[in-house]
T-cell receptor, first 112, second 118 residues
Framework: QKEVEQDPGPLSVPEGAIVSLNCTYS??????FMWYRQYSRKGPELLMY????GNKEDGRFTAQVDKSSKYISLFIRDSQPSDSATYLC????????????FGAGTRLFVKA | DTGVSQDPRHKITKRGQNVTFRCDPI?????LYWYRQTLGQGPEFLTY????????KSRLLSDRFSAERPKGSFSTLEIQRTEQGDSAMYLC????????????????FGAGSRLTVL
């Protein structure tokens, strides 16, 4: 079993839809939860990160962490064609060298 | 500062040849990471450096792989006797972590070096 599980999709939605992406994990030591966005043939770029449980909002993006269920989510409101990319969840702990573990990524297509 | 730079962007080689990738991190960052990413998968951790010290290596990093970070600046990743299974995107990332080890370890990635082994 992988430490981080993420449905690879693809997920196709119409422009303006609310998108929900999520990951589950098994390592209870994870404290930092991140979402990266990766466009084709580019390196991942950080969207946002959350420490421990709770919600965090940044513009059209909202990240949620439920440590009791080992479940994290990213919501995208008013999705745009420019949001079409692969979204990677990632997690790390303060111990073990800050090694960041990534999910497989979910490919998102937003149709105009 | 132009971010994390990787060179070359794409390398095509024949099985059995050696290849070397270079990464120039953000100058203020003290940690440097190498990841490997195959099609449809997320980045997989290979190794990381704190300044010039290599502190952790993944089981994925066989003895054909070696990484260095002389003087704590740029890093190189060498693959000897390449195999077709080595074909992947090799990603470099850097970050800054303070002495107390507090705060999120936010990685800044380069664009990657794509390896194709024929």
């Amino acid at each position: 079993q992988k430490e981080v599980e993420q449905d690879p999709g693809p997920l196709s939605v119409p422009e303006g839809a609310i998108v929900s992406l999520n990951c589950t994990y098994s390592n209870s030591a994870f404290q930092y939860f991140m979402w990266y966005r990766q466009y084709s043939r580019k390196g991942p770029e950080l969207l946002m990160y959350t420490y421990s449980s709770g919600n965090k909002e940044d513009g059209r993006f909202t990240a949620q962490v439920d440590k009791s269920s080992k479940y994290i989510s990213l919501f995208i409101r008013d999705s745009q064609p420019s949001d079409s990319a692969t979204y990677l969840c990632a997690m790390s702990a303060n111990t073990g060298g800050f090694k960041t573990i990534f999910g497989a990524g979910t490919r998102l297509f937003v149709k105009a | 500062d132009t971010g994390v730079s990787q060179d070359p962007r794409h390398k095509i080689t024949k099985r059995g040849q050696n290849v070397t990738f270079r990464c120039d991190p953000i100058s203020e960052h003290n940690r440097l990471y190498w990841y490997r990413q195959t099609l449809g998968q997320g980045p997989e951790f290979l190794t990381y450096f704190q300044n010039e010290a290599q502190l952790e290596k993944s089981r994925l990093l066989s003895d054909r792989f070696s990484a260095e970070r002389p003087k704590g600046s740029f890093s190189t990743l060498e693959i000897q006797r390449t195999e077709q299974g080595d074909s992947a995107m090799y990603l470099c990332a850097s970050s800054y972590v303070d002495r107390g080890g507090s705060g999120a370890n936010v990685l800044t990635f380069g664009a990657g070096s794509r390896l194709t082994v024929l």
